[in-house]
């Protein structure tokens, strides 16, 4: 890589105008290879099958947004080629879901369930729910901790013939509670 490259933060806080350029299913998709490493134009258009003027156009607009930027160039005749890099390992959403729906976060599960398949042999698969009566302080250390087992995720070495999802939700519900042992 060149001396100019510069690997992507660590996370960047979205606010919900970046948040919501992840409703394209396009943007999103360039989000997710670029996690891989940086990609130019034609790489990307050749990666979604998609014209390569689309995908300048959404290439624009996230990078108009702040949520990606040229993470090297290249000479190729009289032309300069752009390689495109994410600005941060981790995009953390403004918030989850709700009624208001402009800069809401993408639905996750949704799109999860869509691109889930069953497993073929040899392959791992978990689903699993569960809900805890804890208080904020305990909730922001799960956060935390939820966060960094998704980055570690990521940042596993390529390789292998399946790309895997991992989804981790942390949210608060209205569910109702049991009462203290012993009260009505």
């Known amino acids: 890589m060149p001396d100019h490259y510069q690997p992507p933060e660590h996370l960047l806080e979205m606010t919900p105008e970046q948040a919501a350029a992840f409703s394209d299913p ?7 290879l670029l996690a891989e490493r940086p990609a130019s134009t034609t790489q990307l258009a050749v990666a979604l099958d998609k014209p ?12 108009d947004l702040g949520l990606i930027r040229v993470a090297r160039t290249r000479k190729v005749r009289a032309l300069t080629e752009k390689y495109y890099g994410r600005v ?11 009624d208001d729906a402009e800069g809401a976060a993408p639905d ?55 790309t895997y999802g991992l989804i981790i939700g942390l949210y608060p519900t209205d569910r109702p509670a049991l009462p203290p042992e012993g009260g009505e």
């Open 26 to 32: 396009t943007r999103n998709e360039i989000i997710t």
């Open 52 to 63: 390569k003027g689309t995908v300048g156009y959404h290439l624009k607009v996230l990078e």
């Open 88 to 98: 941060a390992v981790t995009y953390v959403f403004p918030h989850i879901g709700g």
């Open 108 to 162: 996750f599960f949704m799109e999860s369930l869509a691109e889930m398949r069953p497993p073929r042999d040899g392959e791992a698969d978990i689903a699993t729910i569960r809900h805890a009566r804890i208080d904020p302080d305990r909730a922001e250390e799960w956060r935390l901790r939820l966060l960094g087992l998704a980055e570690e995720f990521a940042a596993q070495p390529r390789s292998g013939a399946t």
